[in-house]
């Protein structure tokens, strides 16, 4: 069965960081291409995609995360990462870890991903508060 797990979000301050994991099972990084997406309360049902890392290390970032968040990927543990760094409150929202396709769709609603995606975990809540 493909599934992924994602870990690691919290409560933190303005400035603070976090570290999400997502632990792949059913199939492997090396064949895969990892996003993190995220849904936004305040959106409703609105997701947007906030990082890619392709089996060949090619990253893909929001603008609004550059130089803020790292995607990273560690295969023998079948695991993906993603650094967050100076976070804003704006970046509060559950992150989505998911297997997506070669060009993955950048900002749909939760029920079209996780209808369109056969890796999608159940989130993991983020929450930053200044």
């Known amino acids: 069965e493909v599934q992924v797990e994602e870990s690691g979000g919290g409560s933190v301050q303005v400035g603070g960081s976090l570290t999400l994991t997502c632990t792949a099972s059913g199939f492997t990084l090396d064949d895969s291409k990892m996003g993190w997406y995220r849904r936004i309360q305040a959106t409703g049902n609105e997701c947007e995609l906030v990082?890619?890392?392709?089996?060949?290390?090619?990253?893909y970032y929001l603008d609004s995360v550059k130089g803020r968040f790292t995607i990273s990927q560690d295969t023998a543990k079948n695991t993906v990462y993603l650094q967050m760094n100076n976070l804003k409150p704006e970046d509060t929202a559950v992150y989505y870890c998911?297997?997506?396709?070669?060009?993955?769709?950048?900002?749909?609603?939760?029920?079209?991903?996780?209808?369109?995606?056969?890796?999608w975990g159940q989130g993991t809540q983020v929450t930053v508060s200044s």
């Open positions: 998911a297997a997506v396709p070669p060009q993955p769709l950048t900002v749909a609603s939760f029920e079209k991903l996780t209808r369109s995606y056969e890796a």
């Open positions: 990082s890619t890392i392709d089996n060949d290390g090619t990253t």
